[in-house]
């Protein structure tokens, strides 16, 4: 169970998670993409990067781990949807940077990928930026559309 020097766990688990398991919510996060996000920030983007708000009085409340209570989640369940997103596995997380676009983001990834620990996917043409530990076969980056 590795913990974030840069994230507190509030910044990584939805509400939800938190409540129940607090600090030790961090066993529902894979250690690769705590590893991945401290490298991202460090040595690719160099800035803070935002994903959950919500213990903070922000709206961002599932861009981290979600539980099957998010409704991102309870609504695909109640809809009948198969819904295998990573982010309820622990290794996805969807990222804010002040200052950059969530392609300004993708292109400094996708330029410096040789510094990334394992392969991510990229969620293409979305404002923010989405990665996960997915290995789709693709090489160090793959991009998809939701």
């Not at 509400?15 to 040595?43: N, S, V």
Request: charged letters at 25%; a positive charge.
């Amino acid at each position: 169970m590795k913990k974030s020097k840069y994230f507190a766990i509030k910044e990584l688990v939805c509400r939800h998670i938190y409540e129940r398991y607090g600090e030790k919510a961090y066993m529902f996060i894979d250690d690769r993409l705590i590893e991945t996000l401290e490298i991202i920030r460090e040595k690719i983007l160099g800035r803070p990067m935002i994903i959950n708000t919500w213990a903070a009085g922000g709206n961002a409340t599932q861009r981290g781990v979600r539980c099957n209570l998010c409704s991102l989640v309870r609504n695909k369940s109640l809809s009948g949807q198969l819904y295998l997103s990573a982010h309820c596995m622990g290794k996805a997380a969807d990222i804010s940077v002040e200052g950059l676009t969530g392609e300004d983001m993708r292109r400094k990834i996708i330029a410096r990928q040789d510094l990334l620990p394992y392969p991510i996917r990229m969620e293409a043409d979305v404002a923010w930026l989405h990665i996960d530990l997915y290995d789709t076969g693709g090489g160090k980056i793959s991009l998809f559309n939701g």
